[in-house]
């Protein structure tokens, strides 16, 4: 690979690190969003090393969001079928 695609690469990995924070509340596309992060960070860690660290922070950041927003949805909607 050329230094240009893992430059470009690294970036739309922050890119989506971060679109999986924000976008958390859509749960699976935030999960896919990060898991694709981590891979381009992956990819590109010997050639951007700040930033594909940043990335998997984020990433990480961003499954966890979506799974807590996940489980509070679950949660919400268990205590509302018992509510009903």
Do not use: E, Q, R
């Not at 695609?5 to 924070?21: C, D, E, N, P, R």
């Not at 700040?50 to 979506?66: C, E, F, K, R």
Request: proline share 0%.
């Amino acid at each position: 690979m050329s230094d240009g695609v893992k430059k470009v690469l690294s970036i739309i990995g922050l890119i989506l690190a971060i679109l999986s924070i924000v976008f958390c509340w859509t749960m699976v596309y935030s999960i896919i969003m990060a898991v694709v992060a981590l891979v381009f960070a992956i990819m590109t860690m010997k050639f951007k090393k700040g930033m594909s660290i940043a990335t998997i922070v984020l990433a990480i950041i961003g499954i966890i969001l979506s799974v807590l927003v996940g489980v509070i949805f679950v949660t919400a909607l268990s205590m509302l079928g018992g509510l009903l």
